[in-house]
C-alpha cells in the first residue's frame, strides 16, 4: 500500500526528471527516449493466516493460502472483499488470458504511442514557434532602429533650420507616438510568438513526464498480474438445463390439471399438491394413487378438482397403465399406528402374498411404500411428482 508523504515535504517541489542523469534529462532533444517513473515508496500490508495445525512451516502455509484465492473457495471469497483483493481468478482449471489485464496493457500502450507521437509533434511545432519569434525579433529590432535614427535625422533637420523649441518637442513627440505604434504591432506579434514556442515547450514536456509514468503503469501491471484460469461451466450448464427442464413441466402440469385459480401459480404455491403424502395401488390396467387430504377445505376442493381432471383426461404411464387419482379419507392415528406396526412385522417374516399397500413407517412422513408381488417387474413410485414427470413422454 502506498506510503503517505510527510506534510512538510508536500509543499516541496520536485522535479519529474529529478532521478536522470544530466544526458537523461534532455528530452527537449530528438531521439529522447523515456524511461518508467521511479516507483512509488510502499509498505509491507499484514494479513494475519489462522490455522489449526500444531506445527507447519510458515512458507508453506502462506504459499498454500495464497494458492486458495485462484480457487475461489466460498470462505475465501469472503475474505477477499474486506481485504481488497476481490478478483475472480477463476477455479485454477485451464491458464487462460486474462482479457481485463490484456485490455489494459492495450490502453496503455496505445496511450505511450499517442504521446510519444504528440511529444513529437509538439517539439515541431516549438521548432518553428522559435523560429518565427527569432524572425520577427530581428523585424522587430531592425525596424525600431530604421525608425529612431529617422526621428533623429528629423529632429537634427529642424534644429538647423532654427525651429523653436516648443514647435520641436512638439513635432518630436508626434512623430514617436507614430513610430511607438508601429513598433507595439511588430511587438505584439513577437511576443505571440513567444508564447507559443513556450507553450509548446511546455506540451512537449508534459509529453514526455506522461510518457514515463504510462512506462511505470505497464511495470506495475507486470508485476501485480496474476494467472486467470478459465471456468468450468459445464455441470452448472447441466443444472441450468435440468431447472429449466423441470419449471417447464410443472408449468404444463399447472396448465393442463389444475384449476384456473392457478394460472399464475408458483412453485411455492403449487408445492403442498406435489408433496402430499398417499399410497399406490397397483393393478395391471391402472396405477390408482391415493392421496392423502389437507387440514383446508379450499385447498381439499382444489385437490378434488385436479384429481377430477387427470382422471378425465386418462393420462397413461410410460408402461401403458392408466393413472388414477383419487382423494383418501383421514386416517385415525391408531389405525396409522397399527399399519405401522403391520408393515414392520411384514418386514421381519418376508415379502406378502399379496398386493395390499401399506402406509409409510412412523417418521417417514412423504414416503410412498408399496408391497410389490413376484408378477410386477416395474419400481414403485414414491411420491406424485415421480408420476407426473413420467407423463412429459406420453401424454
Not at 521548432?127 to 523585424?139: V, Y
Not at 504591432?185 to 515547450?201: M, P, S, T, V
Not at 408433496?275 to 399406490?280: E, H, N, S
Not at 411384514?346 to 408391497?371: A, I, Y
Amino acid at each position: 500500500m502506498p506510503v503517505v508523504p510527510d506534510p512538510e515535504d508536500a509543499d516541496l517541489l520536485w522535479r519529474w526528471d529529478a532521478d536522470l542523469t544530466p544526458n537523461e534529462r534532455m528530452w527537449w532533444q530528438e531521439g529522447w527516449q523515456a524511461t518508467a517513473a521511479p516507483a512509488k515508496e510502499t509498505t509491507a500490508k499484514l494479513i494475519p493466516i489462522v490455522t489449526t495445525a500444531q506445527t507447519i512451516d510458515a512458507v508453506e502455509l502462506a504459499q498454500t493460502y495464497i494458492h486458495r484465492w485462484p480457487a475461489q473457495e466460498n470462505v475465501i471469497k469472503d475474505y477477499l472483499l474486506p481485504l481488497g483483493l476481490d478478483t475472480n481468478h477463476g477455479f485454477a482449471k485451464v491458464s487462460v488470458e486474462n482479457s481485463e489485464v490484456v485490455k489494459r496493457r492495450t490502453d496503455l500502450q496505445q496511450r505511450l504511442s499517442r504521446l510519444k507521437q504528440w511529444a513529437h509533434s509538439a517539439s515541431k511545432r516549438e521548432a518553428q514557434a522559435s523560429k518565427r519569434h527569432d524572425r520577427l525579433r530581428k523585424e522587430y529590432k531592425h525596424r525600431a532602429d530604421e525608425l529612431y535614427r529617422e526621428l533623429g535625422l528629423y529632429q537634427t533637420t529642424l534644429e538647423l533650420q532654427g525651429v523653436v523649441d516648443y514647435v520641436l518637442r512638439r513635432e518630436i513627440k508626434e512623430r514617436k507616438t507614430v513610430i511607438d505604434a508601429e513598433l507595439e504591432q511588430l511587438r505584439a506579434k513577437e511576443w505571440r510568438a513567444y508564447e507559443h514556442c513556450n507553450q509548446e515547450f511546455r506540451k512537449q514536456e508534459r509529453y514526455c513526464k506522461e510518457q514515463r509514468d504510462v512506462l511505470r503503469a505497464l511495470e506495475d501491471l507486470d508485476a501485480t498480474e496474476r494467472t486467470m484460469y478459465e471456468l468450468d461451466h459445464r455441470k452448472d450448464q447441466v443444472m441450468t438445463v435440468c431447472k429449466v427442464a423441470l419449471a417447464n413441466l410443472t408449468m404444463w402440469v399447472r396448465d393442463r390439471y389444475f384449476p384456473t385459480a392457478y394460472a399464475h401459480a408458483t412453485w411455492q404455491r403449487l408445492a403442498p399438491f406435489f408433496r402430499l403424502p398417499g399410497r399406490v395401488i397397483r393393478e395391471p390396467a391402472t396405477v390408482q394413487v391415493e392421496l392423502r387430504p389437507f387440514n383446508d377445505r379450499q385447498l381439499n376442493r382444489d385437490l378434488a378438482e385436479v384429481c377430477a381432471r387427470v382422471n378425465q383426461r386418462q393420462p397413461a404411464l410410460p408402461d401403458g397403465r392408466r393413472l388414477v387419482l383419487s382423494v383418501g379419507g383421514p386416517i385415525p392415528w391408531d389405525q396409522r399406528h397399527i399399519d405401522s406396526k403391520r408393515a414392520i412385522k411384514r418386514d421381519d417374516e418376508g415379502p406378502p402374498c399379496s398386493n395390499t399397500p401399506t402406509f409409510p413407517r412412523h417418521g417417514s412422513c412423504g414416503t410412498l411404500s408399496v408391497r410389490r408381488t413376484s408378477e410386477e417387474e416395474q419400481h414403485d413410485e414414491t411420491a406424485l411428482e415421480r408420476n407426473l414427470l413420467s407423463l412429459s413422454g406420453r401424454v
